[in-house]
Each structure stands twice: as structure tokens, then as C-alpha cells.
């Protein structure tokens, strides 16, 4: 019943900035923590950076000082601002998030993914 919408991917040179962003929409109490990850080519999926209700954040090291994760809780949607990027930045990048349904009941979701290439 919920659904998460990524968008923002795209392709960018060395040195350039992206900003992605994820709405939820659907059967929405509330949300809880919101995160994002990636997976580039031959590698496993990992997580980029988490945020928690109250905005304390989580970031994996190789994107410390280069990416920043928000979320704006009225709009249910979260965001990572991405700067400096590199080549090794390029995967396809998950949103998550924590959502509760009801008072009561929580689970898991998935965004469906978005695309970020980093190539001169």
C-alpha cells in the first residue's frame, strides 16, 4: 500500500553534484528512519547514509563531507544531496524507509531505484 518515487538520477562529470529525493505516498501513520543506499556494478548493495526522525544522520565513509541526507517529514519525503562526486559513485541508488501504517504496525519499503553515472 505504501509507495516510495525516486528521482534526480542522471549522469554527471567528475566534480558535479546531484541531488536525489524519494516521496512515500499511500497508508501512512508515520515514518521512522528513512535511509538511502547503492549498488554499483559487481558489487553488493550498501548503505550510503541514514537519517532518524529526529534529523541525527549516519553516513558510510566514503561519502562523509560529500553527501548529506534531509528529510522533510510533512512531505514525507527524504533527500540526498550528493557534491564532489567520483566515479565510484556511480550505482543505482535505493531509497528506504521505516514506514508505519498504523499505530501499531510497521514494515520495510523500497524505492524502485534511480539511476546516478559519474563519467567525463
Known amino acids: 500500500q505504501v509507495q516510495l518515487v525516486e528521482s534526480g538520477g542522471g549522469l554527471v562529470q567528475p566534480g558535479g553534484s546531484l541531488r536525489l529525493s524519494c516521496a512515500a505516498s499511500g497508508s501512512i501513520f508515520s515514518i521512522n528512519a528513512m535511509a538511502w543506499y547503492r549498488q554499483a556494478p559487481g558489487k553488493q548493495r550498501e548503505l550510503v547514509a541514514t537519517i532518524a526522525t529526529g534529523g541525527s544522520t549516519n553516513y558510510a565513509d566514503s561519502v562523509k563531507g560529500r553527501f548529506t541526507i534531509s528529510r522533510d517529514n510533512a512531505k514525507n519525503t527524504v533527500y540526498l544531496q550528493m557534491n564532489s562526486l567520483k566515479p565510484e559513485d556511480t550505482a543505482v541508488y535505493y531509497c528506504?524507509?521505516?514506514?508505519?501504517?498504523?499505530?501499531?504496525?510497521?514494515?520495510?519499503?523500497w524505492g524502485q531505484g534511480t539511476q546516478v553515472t559519474v563519467s567525463s
Open positions: 528506504n524507509a521505516d514506514v508505519k501504517f498504523t499505530r501499531w504496525a510497521s514494515r520495510d519499503y
